[in-house]
């Protein structure tokens, strides 16, 4: 076994990846999974890769686990106490939070019921008060109900969890749209995650034959937002399909100030962000 110290990566790559092996479309088994996750904390790269992301089912399987969890909360507010209660009486380390709003008729009324969940789970002494909870309101919610929704998860210094893809096309926003939820979060100071579709650093058709954003065009746009650039000009970024444009234009910024705003994005695949980053040269920058 080499004993070569491992790559450490610049800031803007550390922990990028969350790994959603177990979620669509990758489907692996659990051990499996946790096994392979494991692997990689001792593999090159191993910085790149964040938390492993499970099902509050999944805790009694994973009892005493060494990995770092992000959890999926399945049920609505009400579950939120059982799965960190859970995850305390079996020594889990639970290093993040997730759940989906459930009423995408009354979407504050659900952000306030998952506040109240987490307050009261934290004053019972079963959630740290460390633990980040991502929030994810309804793509299919209107936009002042998104909106008021995120000033509810702001408010509760919760972050936002911005789904990008999924199995059917409906599952994909349109770059005007993500760009009108990173533009959200940016104006409420509020920290987001992205999950599914991620894949790859360049927007693309996939093989499914659905335009798949890339998680450097996520990147890209949110410094640009950031920085005050117009939302149109935020839409044009995540549209950017031409790969020696989008990595200038990322050479030229600093990126690292964007993770404190994207902080991750869940993929079923490690492999793939990692040997885009690899081909592309920007893992040393």
Request: aromatic share 6%; with cysteine; net charge negative.
């Amino acid at each position: 076994m080499s004993t070569d110290p491992l790559p450490t990566l610049p800031p803007t790559w550390r922990g990028l990846v969350d790994d959603a092996a177990i979620f669509p479309p990758g489907d692996a088994p659990l051990h499996e999974a946790a096994a392979a996750h494991q692997a990689r904390r001792h593999a090159a790269y191993a910085d790149l890769v964040g938390t492993f992301v499970v099902r509050d089912t999944d805790i009694p399987t994973l009892r005493a686990t060494p990995l770092a969890l992000s959890v999926v909360v399945t049920g609505g507010a009400g579950q939120v106490a059982g799965a960190a209660g859970l995850g305390r009486k079996l020594h889990v380390a639970i290093e993040g939070l997730e759940i989906a709003l459930r009423d995408p008729a009354d979407p504050v009324g659900a952000a306030r019921r998952v506040v109240a969940a987490v307050d009261a789970a934290r004053a019972d002494g079963v959630l740290d008060d460390h633990v980040p909870i991502y929030v994810e309101i309804p793509a299919s919610c209107s936009e002042p109900s998104w909106q008021a929704a995120a000033d509810e998860v702001a408010a509760a210094e919760h972050r936002l969890k911005l789904r990008t893809g999924g199995l059917d096309a409906h599952a994909f926003p349109s770059a005007s749209k993500l760009a009108g939820w990173i533009d959200g979060a940016l104006d409420r100071e509020t920290p987001f995650k992205c999950t599914a579709g991620l894949h790859r650093a360049v927007r693309h058709t996939g093989d499914d034959g659905f335009e798949h954003h890339g998680f450097l065009n996520v990147l890209v746009a949110t410094r640009r937002a950031f920085d005050g650039s117009p939302v149109a000009d935020v839409v044009e970024l995540l549209e950017e399909r031409e790969t020696a444009v989008l990595v200038e234009t990322a050479r030229e910024l600093d990126l690292a100030r964007a993770r404190r705003w994207f902080t991750s994005f869940g993929s079923c695949s490690v492999d793939e962000p990692l040997d885009d980053l690899l081909t592309l040269g920007l893992l040393d920058d």
